[in-house]
């Protein structure tokens, strides 16, 4: 079993910047690709970035390519999400979630873990 606490939310005012941190225990963290979702309120909840378990290949949705950065350190048991030129439009509550399926990165149903989420608030 999976354990997983995301980090880092709050309120932050366009154009300014926020690192995302999620922290795994309980299992071998390096096993698992890693996924950020987050659910905008009145939204269904939807796929921003991923990273496969050794970190070659990351993926994104296309609206926070260029803005965003998924990375991790499995020394640290931990996946991280730089947000650069963050929008009104990426407020929302951000989730990590773990898988060992990686083929289809932005499915939820793939995924077998989930965090808590963090709240992501960006201000016009």
């Known amino acids: 079993q999976v354990q997983l606490v995301e980090s880092g939310g709050g309120l932050v005012q366009a154009g300014g910047s926020l690192r995302l941190s999620c922290a795994a225990s309980?299992?071998?963290?390096?096993?698992?690709?890693m996924g950020w979702f987050r659910q905008a309120p009145g939204k269904e909840r939807e796929a921003v970035a991923a990273?496969?378990?050794?970190?070659?290949?990351?993926n994104y949705a296309d609206s926070v390519k260029g803005r965003f950065t998924i990375s991790r350190d499995n020394a640290k048991n931990t996946v991280y999400l730089q947000m650069n030129s963050l929008k009104p439009e990426d407020t929302a509550v951000y989730y990590c979630?773990?898988?060992?399926?990686?083929?289809?990165?932005?499915?939820?149903?793939?995924?077998?873990?989930w965090g808590q989420g963090t709240q992501v608030t960006v201000s016009s």
């Open positions: 979630a773990a898988t060992q399926s990686y083929g289809t990165w932005s499915v939820e149903v793939r995924y077998d873990y």
């Open positions: 990273i496969t378990p050794g970190g070659s290949t990351r």
């Open positions: 309980g299992g071998t963290f390096g096993r698992y690709g």
